[in-house]
């Protein structure tokens, strides 16, 4: 691999029930363009008294975007958001100063057998002028996503701008989140089509950067201008993240990010204290890890 990429294995974390790949942070790439925590859910069978059951848990200085292939989590939150995000939808909380949510399996999919949970969950870093901003919940149904066809690949843009498109979810710094697949193989021209770092997370399939191979279960990380050209398997899937890095450094702490550790600090000490906003009819709570 040429040292102006990297090439990144997902690494099995246990979240209690199921198993996720994590792909970012890495220890040589914090975050790529404002991206800055990406884990790979699935594909995972669900069922027999086995769902998703997130409990309440707070951010800081974070948007979270959920976005699935198969299956469908029921996001809830302490603005009030109650939405069931399903496949090819985009579900966007912004923290900004604190806010606390719950993700699980919607009740009208517990009882009904086997079913497949399958997708992403990632945070975005907020900019240092919005990381106090007040909380809020958008969504994106797959409907009003910008989709079209060209050259043998299929495009959907579920965030940001990229090849010469927009999508509804702008975000709040410059950045693009593209969902690709491939029809036909062929080869992707990225000259001038994308703006910042970008992150080629292969879900299906493979494709191949300078005689490199990047394969299901892989992220390839590079500067958008250095990535001209790749080639493309038939019934290759991937996803493109990236876009401009924030000028100053992030750092993480459980679930909060900031550009100050002593903000992270604070935070820690608030949901111990339980001062953290809360969602209506619900007590349920996640402890600070080792407490």
């Not at 200085?61 to 090819?88: A, C, N, R, W």
Request: charged fraction near 25%; include cysteine; hydrophobic fraction near 35%.
């Amino acid at each position: 691999m040429a040292n102006n990429k990297l090439l990144v294995d997902e690494r099995q974390a246990d979240l209690g029930k199921f198993m996720v790949g994590r792909l970012l942070p890495f220890r040589k790439k914090r975050q790529v363009g404002p991206f800055t925590f990406i884990d790979h859910m699935g594909p995972a069978q669900m069922g027999n008294g086995i769902y998703i059951d997130v409990d309440q848990h707070p951010h800081i200085g974070l948007s979270t975007l959920t976005y699935l292939f198969e299956g469908s989590i029921e996001h809830s939150d302490s603005v009030g958001s109650k939405q069931i995000i399903g496949p090819g939808d985009v579900g966007f909380m912004t923290a900004g100063r604190g806010v606390t949510h719950t993700e699980r399996t919607p009740q009208s999919e517990r009882g009904t057998g086997i079913i497949t949970m399958h997708g992403y969950q990632i945070w975005v870093a907020l900019p240092k002028d919005k990381e106090e901003m007040e909380p809020r919940f958008d969504f994106y149904p797959s409907t009003e996503l910008p989709k079209w066809k060209s050259g043998g690949l299929t495009f959907k843009l579920a965030a940001g701008n990229a090849f010469g498109k927009s999508a509804p979810l702008q975000g709040y710094s410059p950045l693009f989140m593209v969902d690709i697949y491939v029809e036909e193989a062929t080869k992707l021209d990225l000259r001038d089509q994308l703006v910042g770092e970008v992150a080629f997370v292969i879900v299906k399939g493979s494709i191949t950067d300078q005689d490199e191979k990047v394969e299901a279960g892989q992220m390839l990380i590079s500067k958008t201008n250095e990535a001209c050209e790749i080639s493309l398997e038939k019934d290759t899937q991937l996803l493109l993240f990236g876009g401009e890095p924030l000028p100053e450094e992030r750092y993480l702490l459980w679930n909060f990010v900031s550009h100050s550790k002593e903000r992270l600090h604070q935070a820690k000490a608030d949901w111990k204290s339980m001062v953290f906003p809360k969602i209506a009819n619900d007590d349920s709570y996640i402890p600070f890890p080792g407490e």
